[in-house]
């Protein structure tokens, strides 16, 4: 299938682009070397309507489509994985649900906010003992009155630190034991008491990223906090987690992009037994594979949203296009550290972090595994 970007599609991308190399290309290795939360960019991705980018207009987004909002992550993972994953987890697993299966008083109290910058969302799912098998999850919510009292912990939560909004899932049926009891919930954090952050995780990349605990004891949420009805929340979190393998798939399209232009920047420039290593063969293969292999993840990712834009079925094209494309950017900086040879094992040259970075796409928004998983299930007709 040919793509033909529109105009107001390359228009995004070009403004993006810009945005990302003058203004996060000189900070990311700074971030990612203090383990700072780049809060002045983030900010100004929400100035510049980033964070809602599919948002409806009238609830203050620019309301573009999801190919647009693919590109939006590509751009920025090209420049630093950590702010296309602060763009995702805003502007896809926060606003995404509510976008979905919110009313209306809910759309037009909290799409603005979280539209604009001025709010921060974050999607809470993960659990100790919840990571794949996300049915399995210990967070309950169980109804007493007007209200609903919250107790659990969540885990490796992006944006937990700063997040004004939370999207929720906990269990709201105490006898179940899979995914029919969970319901979601819009869980406003800084409001109330029985919310705690925990520390911000170490962790091998994405150190711009915060990614945090969450903890809740008998935390009351109001009864119009629910999120569609309850039982719902299962379907809620698949539904996120397929437009997240979406923005996963074009980030990590971002990161391998990176390391592909500077490898092939190093390997002209870098001169070995009297000339440039770009004359070496060997050299040569590796650049033409990082070539071709990000121009197919590309296609995959843009035939998932387009499919997603056009209102059909776009899970098995999402699965797809995110199994392909982290797996293809872990090689292709795994290729571009070794193109650089010594060089690129230090932080002199930016590819050790994109290694460092891609590493996590292979795990968030469904790990490889379950990503062949959901892909051979549609192949069987399961």
Known sequence: MQFQLSENQRAI?????????EEVVPIAAAHDRDHTFPMKTAKRMGELGLLGITVPERYGGPGADY????????????ADASHSVIFGANASLGVGPIMAFGTEAQKARFLPKLASGEWFGCYALTEPEAGSDAGSLKTTA???GTHYVV??????ISNGAVADLCVLFARTDPASKDAKGIS???VETKKGKGFKVGRN?????LNASYTNQLFFENMELPVDALLGREGDGFKIAMAALDTGRIMAAAGSVGIARAAFEASVSYAKERHQFGRPIATNQAIQWKLADMDVRIEAARNLYLKAAWLKDQGQPYTHAASRAKLFASEMAMKATIEAVQIHGGNGYTKDYPVERYMRDIKIFEIFEGTSEIQRLVIARHVLGQ
């Open 142 to 144: 169980r109804r007493e």
């Open 151 to 156: 107790d659990g912990a969540k885990q490796f």
């Open 184 to 186: 979601a919930f819009l």
């Open 201 to 205: 995780e170490h962790k091998l990349g």
């Open 13 to 21: 991308r070009d403004m993006v682009r810009r945005f990302a190399q």
């Open 67 to 78: 190919i647009s909002f693919a590109l939006v992550a590509e751009e920025l993972a090209a």
